[in-house]
């Protein structure tokens, strides 16, 4: 179903209102309704702030009103601290006065069941109908630093400092979660422009959030705790526009374990877990995955739109060598490459050095520089920024005396602001000695000073990464391959599962090579195919009912001579019946028998919530033992059909491991993006494709062997409300 388009200006009475009423407003200072108001006032809020009561007639110092009616001007934003049995008297009087906003903090809606779900149906189509954008219900709300809009009652996000960087957008689909996330972010220096809670998401979405940072010019970076998204065709848009901007989107999004097995006949459909396809689908757009808060946290720290990572070649400045191994140690296990220097490099950074210390990376300044030759830190920092094998540059400690008057240090600042490299202090947490005096002449001028506890390192791969996405994006013009439809609605009988003859029909009409193959019904039949065929063939037997004919000993290969034929015909079939008794049987297929060459598998599955996914794997025990698989959002376009292969872990295989010829990629890839248009074209039929083995030759390729699964027809349901 198409989804209605809405403006994203829509939320800035949301985010940026001029004038606030508090309905529910409370003399009690326990009460939200007064906490709401004080932290208003206590935020510095640059508007109005109206109380809402029936009797008082001033609450916290502020002029209040008995009813929305009564108060004189507009209001943009109503904050509802009232309960979820008031929310749709609430909602109307907003209708009636104009009201283009809400923020609901009241629980009791779909997370209750069946009725709480059907309120919040009700009162989201009557807020649609009357243009009222609302944040909630389930939600601890909202909050914009640059205007002082506290919108929540959570008195804890007053208790952090405000000054730190800004330009760090936040949006959480948990409140708690998100609240935690803010005042760790505000203790470590990166101060949110935006914090929402989503709640249930009754009209404005975790994407719908995105798209209003997006355009928003005072955030530079966006970022969010994801459980699931329910608009993933605008995620992509919005991820596509992010990296048009250089703007990072980070995601930490959890549920990384399947609960329960995924019941499923492919073996897509049994390997494609909810997790690995976000996964996929955010390498697939530029989004950054993020492992937990720390990484949001360090990576906003990091992170410089006009200096962005130019590689993964890293080196360590130490005057700990034990320290210095252990931070290469976690380069390299988050894919840095602590790179091994140039001799030029080297000679030049030992004129400054004393023999005893370490000019290899990581570069071991020795103790002396911490204690009496404080220089050592700033003289390899003049060789490394002149190397262009170099792209990030770490140093694990830094001279603790040094201050915004100290020449050496104003020397560091001017050589480190000329390069383009990344240069940042990842200091050992230690009490009163993790940041050095210079901590805050080194963050303005772009040297991110980040404790060891934020796990730095992790950080600066995520930018890395980030940084790869923003140069394939920039270089790739890459939209999807189209080989144009092909009519198959003939086949394609809902909630049945094609038999392999059928399944070879559809790949054939969408232009993959298949075996040469016939249905023999007799024996004498089976004899005339394979001499027409040509010997060696394989016979196999054709149901829609036996899938997986190795399991039902239903398959005999490299057979040779028309008496062998008649046995093996006798066998499959007899197997075939005592294997399932009730199944189907549209007779014997007879195919030619495909030389030896290298076996993958292409697969595809109509997830739930991204619809069809394309696998792509090695064959073998690569898939059923190794999972050496790969998946990616359709449709693809060439690059994610690239991508495909060069993310399985055997890809040297496919190059000609062990002096063996490099098998025909480009012919994958034509599978690849012709299963990715018969998927798309068919995203309401076909549930689940595997093509199994797909045999790939020096030149060429086959599918030996194909299952296609298709949807049970369901009766269109009716989306109500946003």
Known sequence: MTQEIISYETLRPLLNPKAIAVLGASENKYKIGHLQIQALIDGNFQGEIIPIHPSASEIAGLKS??????????????????????????????????????IIFASGFSETGVEGQKLQQELAQYAKEHGIRIVGPNCVGLVNTSNGLIGTFSPAILTVPMDGKKGVGYVSQSGAFG?????????????????????????????????????????????????????????????????????????????????????????????AGS??????????????????????????????????????????????????????????????????????????????????????????????????????????????????????????????????????????????KASNKVIGLFPF??????????????????????????????????????????????????????????????????????????????????????????????????????????FPVVLKIDSPHIPHKTEADAIRLNVSSEEDVRKAFEEVMSNAKNYNPTAKLNGVSVQEMLPNGVEII???????????????????????????????????????????????QGKAILDGARGKAPVDKEAIIDVLLKVSNLMNDNKETIKELDINPLIVYENGIKAADAMIVVQEKVAEIQVVGG
């Open 65 to 102: 009103y008995p009813s929305l009616a009564a108060v004189p001007g507009d209001i943009d934003l109503v904050i509802f601290c009232v309960s979820f049995n008031q929310i749709k008297s609430g909602l109307i009087a907003c209708a009636e006065k104009n009201v283009k906003s809400a």
């Open 179 to 271: 609240v935690l996330t803010y005042m760790a972010a505000a203790q470590q220096g990166v101060s949110f422009n935006y914090f929402v809670s989503t709640g249930n998401e009754m009209d404005a979405s975790f994407e719908d959030f995105i798209e209003y940072m997006v355009h928003d010019d005072e955030t530079s970076i966006i970022s969010g705790y994801l459980e699931g998204t329910k608009k993933p065709e605008k995620l992509k848009v919005l991820a596509k526009q992010a990296l048009n901007k250089k703007k990072p989107i980070l995601l930490m999004k959890t549920g990384r374990s399947d609960a329960g097995s995924r019941a499923a006949a492919s073996h897509t459909g049994a390997l």
């Open 275 to 416: 997790d690995i396809i976000y996964d996929a689908f955010f390498k697939q757009n530029g989004i950054v995955r993020v492992e937990d808060f720390e990484d949001i946290i360090a990576f906003s720290k990091l992170f410089n739109a006009e200096k962005l990572p130019t590689g993964k070649n890293t080196v360590i400045i130490t005057s700990s060598g034990g320290r210095g191994i252990n931070e290469a140690d976690r380069c390299e296990s988050y894919g840095l490459n602590i790179v091994e220097l140039s001799e030029e490099t080297k000679v030049e950074i030992r004129k400054t050095l004393p023999s005893y210390a370490s000019v290899s990376n990581p570069i071991d300044l020795t103790a002396a520089a911490s204690v009496t030759n404080p220089e050592f830190y700033l003289e390899p920092l003049k060789a490394l920024v002149n190397d262009p094998d170099v792209d990030n540059i770490i140093f694990t400690d830094f001279p603790f005396n040094w201050d915004e008057n100290t020449p050496m240090l104003q020397e560091f600042v001017a050589v480190a």
């Open 429 to 534: 947490p230690l009490d009163g000695l993790t940041f050095p005096k210079a901590t805050d002449t080194l963050v303005a001028n772009d040297i991110a000073v980040i404790s060891g506890t934020l796990n730095p390192v992790r950080a600066l791969s995520k930018l890395v990464q980030y940084s790869l996405y923003v140069k394939e994006n920039e270089q790739v013009s890459d939209v999807a391959s189209d080989y144009g439809a092909a009519p198959i609605e003939d086949l394609l009988q809902p909630g049945s599962t094609l038999s392999e003859s059928e399944a070879s029909e559809v790949l054939d009409r969408y232009g993959i090579p298949t075996t040469k193959r016939a249905i023999a019904k007799e024996a004498e039949e089976a004899v005339e195919m394979a001499k027409t065929i040509g």
């Open 602 to 648: 292409v697969g595809a599955h109509n997830d739930e919530t991204f619809g069809p996914v394309i696998m792509a794997g090695l064959g073998g025990v690569f898939v059923e033992v190794f999972k050496d698989i790969a998946f990616k959002v359709a449709p693809l376009t060439r690059k994610d059909a690239i991508d495909l292969l060069e993310e399985l």
